[in-house]
């Protein structure tokens, strides 16, 4: 079955720490997507690409960092930079012919 | 960027119960879509709706576009259909998400 798979579900990390979050899909869709979750809050965009080797900003795109070097793959880097990291994060990408978007399970971080 | 308004932010029915959700756009859109978040997290995608109604079971939405908002319907609810309901809309490939509606349908 074709999806997005993220991985870790639950990530733990210590304060000054780089984390790495992996969002994996085999829907052969160009465009894919990085949304962070607070609690009682709406989707916040972080990071887009819309096709290899290319990625945008988002809204609130301080203290993370994106690669896309496979169409498959977009992993996220949640740096030391990054403030108040702890949140749920969500993987997407979207059919660009029907404007579909498949989210993946998500992967809760939480500082410690 | 463009604001989104859902309303109402909390909802609580009882099975069997009929609900309109709303969601309001600062700006005009021409990508507009519907989810559900389960009360594990995970988003599904009910409707792409940049205008018109479109409907899927006990569920369909309308969008006006002219006048920058969008209705879900939820007929004869079940309590598989608790958790929270975002719309997201745009240009181009980029979504802005609303708050949420967080539905309880109790039995």
């Known amino acids: 079955d074709g999806g997005i798979t993220q991985s870790p579900k639950y990530l733990f990390r210590k304060e000054g720490q780089n984390v790495t979050l992996s969002c994996e899909q085999n829907?052969?869709?160009?465009?894919m997507y990085w949304y962070r979750q607070d609690p009682g809050q709406g989707l916040r965009l972080i990071y887009y690409?819309?096709?290899?080797?290319?990625?945008q900003k988002g809204d609130i795109a301080e203290g993370y960092s994106v690669s896309r070097e496979k169409k498959e793959s977009f992993p996220l880097t949640v740096t030391s930079a990054q403030k108040n990291p702890t949140a749920f994060y969500l993987c997407?990408?979207?059919?660009?012919?029907?404007?579909?978007?498949?989210f993946g399970s998500g992967t809760r971080l939480t500082v410690v | 960027g463009i604001q989104v308004e859902q309303s109402p932010p909390d909802l609580i029915l009882q099975e069997g119960a009929n609900s309109t959700l709303r969601c309001n756009f600062s700006?005009?859109?021409?990508?507009l879509q519907w989810f559900h978040q389960n009360p594990w997290g995970q988003l599904i995608n009910l409707f792409y709706?940049?205008?018109g109604t479109k409907q899927n079971g006990r569920l369909s939405a309308t969008t006006v576009a002219t006048e920058r908002y969008s209705l879900l319907y939820i007929s004869s609810s079940q309590t598989t259909d608790s958790g929270v309901y975002f719309c997201?809309?745009?240009?181009?490939?980029?979504?802005?998400f609303g708050t949420g509606t967080s539905l309880t349908v109790i039995p």
């Open positions: 997407a990408s979207l059919d660009g012919r029907s404007w579909g978007y498949t």
């Open positions: 829907l052969n869709h160009d465009a």
């Open positions: 690409s819309q096709i290899v080797n290319d990625f």
């Open positions: 700006d005009s859109v021409n990508n």
């Open positions: 709706i940049p205008s």
């Open positions: 997201a809309g745009g240009t181009g490939n980029q979504f802005y």
